[in-house]
């Protein structure tokens, strides 16, 4: 049967991530930015939610199954709030849960717990690469397999919390396969470079991660001697930044209503003018559509569907640029006061030009 | 739950008209197209046949059972979708229920519902059809209707002229089908004075006066009526008489606008139907002449072919999940008119974009007509027109979203 209505239970949660998002994020959001920090008490507030831990199972210390809709319902709702926060809040996700996809066992007992029980903690993925062209299934970062387990080099970027992580989640190219590689902190070889001055996303610390010959056991690699697939990680971090993009999208949108019908030209609010109402037609046109297909690619990931892969590419592809279409539209909508820093369109717009690029980031 | 698994009664649905379109369809596509007005009654007959079969009465869903869950509008949604795709001039050819009988649906009481729809399951193939656009208004319908109805004891009379009615000659010429014309019991009320009548086949100073000859979907007739002192029983005015005569009620507007929730998911459907065979056809002959498309790589890594590909594969399934819902909600019996307009705004920009595109990229291969992308092309762009322009259906979402009257925004 086909359904576009979530169950209770989803419908709680995204709730209470909605008061979250508006009551706590979106107040938050431009001090964060311009201070190039987020508060830690409302990282923990938000970790507190119980989204990542609500889909880890009791065995590895969460309280539920997991489900990619229900992730991407959340992620949208709290993205809607500030995206540099959600990204924080939903890194450690990053690093859990491709673990629970593809880990051994004994990596699951290992290292689920530590990251889910208790406080936020820094455990994050480190994906992303310094390149134009960077592709998740062909990375520059290598892995060798050596008499004492794999030598990983390379270089990564935009990972997030480098400076205070306790472990990362390292994907390297191993013989031609994306695979991925459990890095303490501490381990020899590791440089974290100088915080990383972006576009948008201020608020978030990222860093350049540098890795010399760092040497790993054996059963650091996922899955151990086999390795695990990568494929479902990047496809659940495509839909997680394409959901989280229909969150920036509809904050733009949801901004942009009340400004046109309270803002007059020549004594009509311009709302009423076509040339604005069909911007505004399109925008939420664009979010409604975008939406179904991130659903669907949700949907699609968690009853392993053939196509799951290739129809979360799709849904990144789209909402990558309905968030540049929307996010524009919102400072055009507001004219010259888009530009201006008092109103949030325009970190909206600078945080929407970056989805493409933040694939890796968080996970639901 | 959100679920999009395919229901079992709906797969079926598709592989019988995958079929039909591929068998009854796609052959005669070319022909229908260059013979402007030739009745397509193979298709027709053999349609009539497999719809009596499966005890429908046409596309159009009619009575639902109580029990279970309820799937018609979206089975018709896939239908429509992959008929469409066989060819979208020859669906319009579709026997039974169509536009006329949405509004009979829509705006009728049962006992209406029953003495019109009840001629689709007879022995022959019967159309039935709408008439609102009058010649000097479209988009401005139903508030300029000039067609008047005026009631002498126990009929109606009804003068003025429709045009661009779809199937208007095989509802009222070529079977014993019907005509929804909105007409006003009070001009001076505008919208409020409209009403939907039933004017049937065969009915004096009824008259097709015009065929028209189209850029497009050919072997779908477009009628002109003219209504001359046509006389029609009383009880052929749509709803209930004690609701409808009140001079101010707006239910005769109301029932054209809820004919359209149904209806504008159905022609976005459609539209993603001709989308997809455009998109399927451009792929295939990309394929034969050795172009692979490769999914998962960024942009600034993909040929200029593979960015359009994409590009219109998000469009037409985003478009397709979006349509699907709207369907779902008249299932549901939710309010639909946002999801309907929307869906139908960007389908009808989906399909005019893809095919105009697909006609582009493939140079000399997509300008002849050795191939249908032109025929497609040309197909395409009556989607962005009838039901409602993209420009009304804009209209009708921002009204939604800003939560504006027409006074508001127009």
């Known amino acids: 049967m086909y359904s576009f209505e979530p169950t209770d239970e989803q419908r709680m949660l995204i709730d209470a991530v909605h008061r979250y998002a508006e009551n706590d994020l979106k107040p938050a959001a431009r001090e964060a930015e311009e201070e190039n920090e987020l508060p830690a008490n409302l990282i923990e507030k938000g970790w507190e939610l119980g989204v990542l831990q609500a889909s880890i199972p009791e065995a590895y210390g969460g309280f539920g199954e997991h489900s990619t809709v229900t992730g991407v319902l959340a992620a949208e709702e709290m993205a809607c709030g500030d995206l540099a926060a959600s990204l924080a809040v939903m890194a450690p996700g990053a690093f859990v849960l491709p673990i629970l996809f593809g880990g051994s066992e004994e990596q699951k007992t290992e290292w689920i717990p530590a990251v889910i029980e208790a406080e936020w903690k820094p455990y994050v993925a480190a994906l992303i690469e310094p390149s134009f062209d960077f592709t998740p299934t062909e990375m520059n970062t290598s892995a060798k397999k050596g008499k004492q387990g794999y030598t990983l080099n390379g270089v990564k970027a935009y990972v997030p919390f480098a400076d205070q992580a306790k472990a990362f989640l ?18 020899e070889g590791i440089r974290v470079g100088e915080r990383e001055k972006l576009l948008g996303i201020q608020a978030l610390p990222t860093f350049r991660l540098e890795l010399e010959n760092v040497l790993v056991p054996e059963n650091a690699r996922l899955a151990g001697e086999d390795g695990a697939a990568v494929e479902r990680s990047i496809a659940n971090a495509q839909v997680a930044t394409a959901a989280m993009a229909l969150g920036l999208s509809r904050a733009a949108l949801e901004y942009a209503i009340p400004y046109a019908k309270e803002r007059e030209v020549w004594g009509t609010p311009i709302a009423q003018k076509q040339s604005i109402a069909f911007m505004l037609a399109e925008m939420a046109i664009e979010i409604e559509a975008i939406r179904m297909l991130v659903w669907e690619a949700a949907w699609k990931l968690d009853n392993s569907k ?17 968030a540049m279409m929307v996010t524009d539209r919102a400072v055009q ?32 | 739950m959100i679920s999009f698994e395919m229901p079992e009664k709906i797969e079926h649905a598709v592989v019988l008209a995958e ?18 007005h030739e009745i397509p009654w193979d298709y027709i007959e053999f349609m009539h046949t497999s719809l009596k079969a499966l005890g429908g009465g046409g596309l159009t869903p009619g009575k639902e059972k109580k029990e279970g869950p309820r799937i018609s509008f979206q089975r018709m949604a896939f239908q429509t979708e992959m008929l469409s795709w066989g060819d979208v001039g020859l669906w319009l050819c579709t026997p039974g229920g169509g536009l006329g009988a949405a ?7 049962d006992e209406q519902k029953e003495r019109f729809l009840a001629r689709h399951r007879g022995e022959k193939p019967v159309f ?19 067609t008047t109805a005026v009631r002498d004891g126990d009929e109606w009379v009804l003068n003025g002229e429709k045009i661009f009615i779809t199937a208007g000659h095989k509802a009222l010429v070529d079977s014993q089908g019907f005509l929804v014309v909105w007409a006003t019991i009070d001009p001076e009320a505008r919208r409020a004075g409209v009403r939907p009548f039933v004017v049937e086949a065969g009915t004096p100073g009824c008259k097709v006066t015009k065929l028209e000859h189209k850029l497009g979907i050919r072997a779908s007739d477009t009628a002109s009526v003219v209504l001359d002192g046509c006389r029609i029983p009383f009880e052929n005015l749509l709803g209930s008489p004690e609701v409808v005569q009140k001079k101010k009620s707006e239910k005769g507007f109301k029932g054209a606008m809820a004919t359209f929730d149904a209806t504008r ?31 998962g790589l960024p942009r600034s890594r993909m040929t200029n072919l593979e960015r359009e590909i994409v590009d219109m594969e998000v469009m037409l399934r985003s478009t397709w999940l979006l349509t699907l819902k709207a369907m779902w909600q008249m299932d549901e019996r939710k309010p639909n008119t946002l999801a309907a307009s929307m869906s139908k705004v960007r389908a009808g920009d989906v399909v005019v974009k893809i095919t105009q595109r697909a006609v582009e990229l493939l140079g000399p291969l997509g ?9 497609w092309f040309r197909d395409a762009k009556i989607n962005d027109l009838y039901e409602g322009t993209g420009q009304i259906n804009r209209l009708i979402v921002a009204r939604q979203i800003l939560d504006y009257t027409r006074h508001e925004l127009s």
């Open chain 2, 103 to 109: 509004a009979v649906n829509a705006a009728g009481t």
């Open chain 1, 306 to 322: 053939e196509d799951a892969a290739k129809t979360a590419y799709l849904a990144l592809s789209g909402a990558s640029d309905m």
């Open chain 2, 19 to 36: 079929t039909i379109a591929e068998n009854m369809m796609r052959p005669v596509s070319r022909h229908f197209d260059e013979n402007e």
């Open chain 2, 367 to 375: 300008y002849t007509r050795e191939y249908l992308l032109e025929k």
């Open chain 2, 128 to 146: 039935d059809a709408f008439a609102l656009t009058e010649p000097h208004a479209g988009s401005a319908m139903p508030a300029e209707v000039r």
């Open chain 2, 265 to 295: 998911p159905v022609v976005a459907a459609s539209a993603l139907g001709i989308a997809r065979a455009t998109l399927e056809k451009l792929k295939e002959l990309l394929a034969e002449r050795g172009v692979e498309i490769r999914y």
């Open chain 1, 333 to 364: 909508v507001l004219g010259g006061h888009g530009y201006i820093r008092e109103h949030p369109v325009e970190l909206w717009m600078r945080n929407g030009r970056g989805i493409p690029d933040f694939t890796g980031l968080a996970m639901v």
């Open chain 1, 170 to 187: 390292v994907f390297a190219d191993l013989e031609g396969e994306t695979q991925a590689f459990i890095v303490p902190a501490d381990a």
